[in-house]
């Protein structure tokens, strides 16, 4: 198992620009999430998902779009990139047991 | 809703020394309490956890305890080690859609 996949691992955006970072797990989890991490900070809840096709807002979902196509793949969507999205973004899974398997992490900068 | 505090936010101690982070949630209705390990760069990691059925578990190391009724939670190292250096979150879940609701996290230094 590679557990939780994420992509990129570094970016650079301009101000403006939009991008789709990737997120799949190969655990058949339903539950799937996307936070954000700015430095020396705690995790914010961007977006969440119990299963294919179901979506709903975390905490801070301003600026960023998600979907849930197949059990395994949730991308978030940055649509017009600007500078207070510069941040770590992870994205984690679970199943029923509320362990939150996280993946590598994608460390965005919009300059 | 579910508010989870953190405390403190730096602690720093000597190598072989024990290290006790805390925390504090405001629903009574959290009934899962994870701890979770972050070194620098990389992912966060379950370290252990407990569910409000139980007030204390072990982890060779390693303990959380859990007082309901005053709604906290700590989270006990002992004997320290260089390893054990790294930001250290709590978060409490109440099985709403398996969210957890996550402290703000307390770096842990162990000085030589």
């Known amino acids: 198992n590679a557990g939780v996949t994420q992509t990129p691992k570094f970016r650079i955006l301009k101000i403006g620009q939009s991008m789709t970072l990737q997120c799949t797990q190969d655990m058949n989890h339903n539950y799937m999430y996307w936070y954000r991490q700015d430095p020396g900070m705690g995790l914010k809840l961007i977006y969440y998902?119990?299963?294919?096709?179901?979506?709903d807002k975390g905490e801070v979902p301003n600026g960023y779009n998600v979907s849930r196509s197949t059990t395994e793949d949730f991308p978030l969507r940055l649509e017009l990139a600007a500078p207070s999205q510069t941040s770590v973004y992870f994205c984690a899974s679970t199943h029923t047991s509320n362990e939150q398997f996280f993946g590598p992490g994608t460390r965005l900068t919009v300059l | 809703g579910e508010n989870v505090e953190q405390h403190p936010s730096t602690l720093s101690v000597q190598e072989g020394d024990s290290a006790v982070i805390k925390c504090t949630y405001s629903d009574s209705a959290s009934n899962y309490f994870p701890w979770y390990k972050q070194e620098l760069g990389k992912r966060p990691q379950l370290i252990i956890d407990i569910r409000s059925n139980v007030g204390e578990k072990k982890d060779q190391r390693i303990a959380v305890t859990l007082n309901k009724t005053a709604k906290h939670f700590s989270l006990h190292i002992t004997e320290t080690q260089p390893e054990d250096s790294a930001v250290y979150f709590c978060?409490?879940?109440?099985?709403?859609?398996?969210?957890?609701?996550w402290g703000a996290g307390t770096k842990l230094i162990i000085k030589p």
């Open positions: 978060a409490a879940s109440i099985n709403s859609n398996y969210q957890l609701i």
């Open positions: 998902s119990v299963g294919a096709g179901i979506t």
